[in-house]
């Protein structure tokens, strides 16, 4: 009996093995089909993200740059106050309307998360779960059951007692 369940025991041992190779070399192929898909996505956001900065960008320039020549040209038919109240009101609806067409531009791009690679991994590992489930099983049932030499020597052990038993009775030929 102990070489049944130590033949099991290999057994069960040897699938797991191969389930844990197979689940490192999965594992491995979805890390790099993450990235690439990551990259993939982040390439095509670059365009909206640099517009954002150009926005940003130019915004300060604008600020810095035109300030004292808006603020002259406004002073000259306002207060001192109300034209640097009119400049800032300018500036900010320019980068308003920078910042909001970045905004519009990066939701039109595809997500940065590799949703595509996930919903792959995920198919991958409940497929790896069924066929570990299923070799499990397989494993159970063969520790349970005689290997079919054993299943020999039972019989064979029957068959013998069977004879002794036949041999020992007396006959009642008379």
Same mark, same amino acid.
């Given at each position: ?117 996930? &919903?792959?991994? *995920?198919?991958?590992? @409940?497929? #790896? +779960?069924? /066929? =570990?489930? %299923?070799?499990?099983?397989? !494993?159970?049932? $063969?520790?349970? &059951?005689?290997? *079919?030499?054993?299943? @020999?020597? #039972? +019989?064979? /052990? =029957?068959? %013998?007692?069977?004879?002794? !038993?036949?041999? $020992? ?6």
């Amino acid at each position: 009996m102990s070489e049944t369940t130590q033949e099991a025991q290999e057994g069960v041992a040897d699938a797991v093995q191969g389930l844990s190779d197979n689940t490192r070399a999965l594992v491995r192929h979805e890390i790099v089909a993450a990235q690439k898909e990551m990259l993939g996505k982040v390439k095509q956001a670059l365009p909206a993200a640099g517009l954002l900065g150009a926005a940003a960008f130019f915004g300060v320039l604008s600020a810095a740059a035109s300030y004292r020549l808006s603020i002259r040209l406004l002073e000259k038919g306002l207060s001192p106050a109300t034209a640097a109240l009119t400049a800032t009101a300018g500036y900010a609806m320019a980068a308003g309307a920078a910042g909001a067409m970045g905004i519009q531009q990066l939701r039109a791009a595809p997500p940065v998360l590799p949703t595509e690679t996930v &919903k792959a991994a *995920a198919a991958k590992a @409940k497929t #790896t +779960a069924t /066929k =570990a489930k %299923a070799a499990a099983t397989k !494993a159970k049932t $063969a520790a349970g &059951k005689p290997t *079919a030499t054993r299943a @020999k020597a #039972t +019989a064979s /052990k =029957a068959a %013998a007692s069977r004879a002794t !038993a036949s041999r $020992a009775k007396p006959t009642n030929a008379g």
